[in-house]
């Protein structure tokens, strides 16, 4: 499977710094270590190398999720692959899930729903903030993942078109104004997952969840600490990332009638 | 879409304990607070609940991944959604995914690939000891992801017939026994992910990930750590799981020639 | 320095449990391996064994502080050595301090705070519950403290008699309680230091804290993790205690006139 | 208890920044907040304030052990007092005890253990590099713990002087290097202590551990987690130190005769 004009290359610089590009005919990338001609990716293979100008090796590789996640445009703070990845599990998500998004942020998470629920699936996103919009709409686009999303300029507190959905994603502020939204929104059983910084927020979102008609509720924090292994001088890395965000889950129970 | 003869079930007690189940007519199911007849689950939506002989109310809810994992009959340690949900993301496994994994241990780990590469990708599945194929491949179309599921009573230090895979899972006590076979396997850029319990295990994988011509290599932990919510008394959760195992990733560099 | 009757020591068992016993003539103590005779302790040195009835080795260790903490008779949860530890350096507590504890629960961090300020110091502790006076005062003496410890029956919220002492510890459902005495009670720099389990103790705690005249507040959480350590085979425990509570610090700034 | 000429002072800025000095006659120190004359707080009492050039209040509190030690001239990394404050408790160090310390980095613990032992007991350090001796020494004196301190210019392969200690504490890049001599060194019962930053130290350490006669060998590390507390918006901070060391503790069983 060879590279193509405009393919999406992660480039791999011998310090390890990687580089999320086009590889776009005359295209030049300027390093360290010397000019990339993007040109010299079009005909390889990903896992082959192209050389600078400086004559440094740089390695070709495919851009994984979480490498598109990751190098979006941030106008916002991202959601973290320790805890889309957690998200993506504890929700079910798989190809041709339909799944509601609110706010879409930088549209970083938005990526990773949209590679679970291809081909056949859907995710509908909700942001009230315009600016928001065209930044993670443009994301999600370049990540290859524009067919199945759609975009909503509307507050969560307002509802949601869909029903029947599998799943429903809040990072809000106040994520008790999706409660309800949500909970007419997803089929019985569907999940619902909530994202918060503060253990405020978690107290007042499960309250809400609990008087709504939400069962088995589940609230967590992801921590990932890395290591750093070489032969003999094996450790913890120093410092880590201690905070992100509190996950809370719940499924949609049906109101007895 | 209502729950059909013989459909999977998780029924959700008031404890909140669940049990996996079929909605098999006939079929009966004892609890302390009762005995469930599953026949009458069987037109209902997920989300609706049954009646115990003891007029105790349970809840019908989907079985997630999940919970098919968490269920499994279990002859091995199994591995956890933590690190399952981790091995998805880094290894960039989507539908349509050509994966090895091996061992299979008791399948676990095999139910949350087989959801991510189906409807059109491929599991196969490695594993030496004929006994834990016939309980892991009961477990897998239990939950099920027959269709898409390979078995080969082998070895790994044996190779693996594929070629040009998108990635390797080893879950071996000697995970350097499949490196160089996963590299043969592997095409350009593919990902390489070992489970391991022991820092000495990372550090000979990764010696050996180095010599075998990987590059990118990343190793850490995942610790999930839970919470009781309740209005004024929100707490971490007393014990938690303080280890399951090192996850270390890779991508394939390709020979230069 | 030999093993006098009464002394007390710490047996170790072959399986590395251990015993907080007293080397009482005559004395004898039963356990799976056989019965020891504590006179045989009597004239050995700390580091020395003894052999029980079934001929096995139980080796004869000084009880440290921790020892002693851990072997208290308990009423009542006890704060953990790696709090109190924590406890006693975020306070500066040393030979020669005055600090106020309340509640007194089992005794068990009173045994590392008089250990600290012996000989010279002074601890003062008040419990409104009788019973568990009676009885941390009875592992607190048991554990050789006796002489540098008082204790009052009485309210955190009606005061301490005491004034300019160098530290207060409150271990209170209702930390605020005890925030006006204590600042009452403490020098000027001196130091309060609140345990709690929730975050919503801490959040009111904090708030009183800095509405009384405390300044530099600071609050965490302290995890220990521990390892198996085998050659070719380390590695972090499976379970560990993932909360105890959290420590709030903060140092009293007198009032400008 | 008024502040006199020359005594330490830990100034509190209104940023939470801290400042350890003396309160010399005559002495200026500068802040973005302007100038202090740290004359104004002679005469003062700790928690009291002064005034600086831009009218800006300060506060002049009562510098803890804890301040002492963050506060060091460093040429080497420091220990913790998270880690500073086990290896006092699980060593059982107090007033009187005798205690051996080797490197003596840049004096940090040495200040903790010196606090401890004092002012009866006496803390012994051998260390191989003259340069550290100086600055370590240094910071001790400033600490005000010159006098229960002792300099050893040594290597700890070649043998402690004293007999019949009750704890030593090893940080080593080979602490094996000082097993066998701290043997020697320690009463029966008495506590080794070693601090190691890789997990291949620790392995190795332990089996020297065994092998050497020493039992009850635990190894641990201890993670510090601190909270933004704020009515309604209370969280943990986001990064954290991931890593500063492993402890190994063991107890000295005397040789069978």
Redesign the interface.
Known sequence: ?KIKHNDLVLI?APD?K?YLLRATKEKKFHTNKGILKLDDAIGK?????IVSTLDTTF????P???DRMMKVKRQTQIIY??D???I?????I??GSRVIETGLGSGALSI?LA??V??TGKLYTYERREEFIVNARKNIEDAGFGDCVEYNLSDAKDGFKEKGVDAVILDLPSPWDGIQSAYKAL?????LISLS????Q??EA??HLEKEGF?????????????L????????????????G?L?IA????K?L
Chains 1, 2, 3, 4 share one sequence.
């Open positions: 499977m791999l390890n990687t293979e990903f896992g082959d190398s390695l070709i590789l495919e994984t999720i979480e692959p320790k889309a990845s957690m993506l599990l504890k929700a079910s798989g190809a990773a590679n679970a291809s081909p089929r019985g059983g569907g999940r910084p503060t253990v405020n978690i107290e499960v309250d069962v088995f509720i589940e609230t967590f924090e992801t921590i990932q600490r890395h290591y292994v070489r032969r003999g001088k094996t450790r913890p890395i120093d410092r880590i990332i201690g905070h992100t509190f809370t499924r949609k129970a049906n007895q």
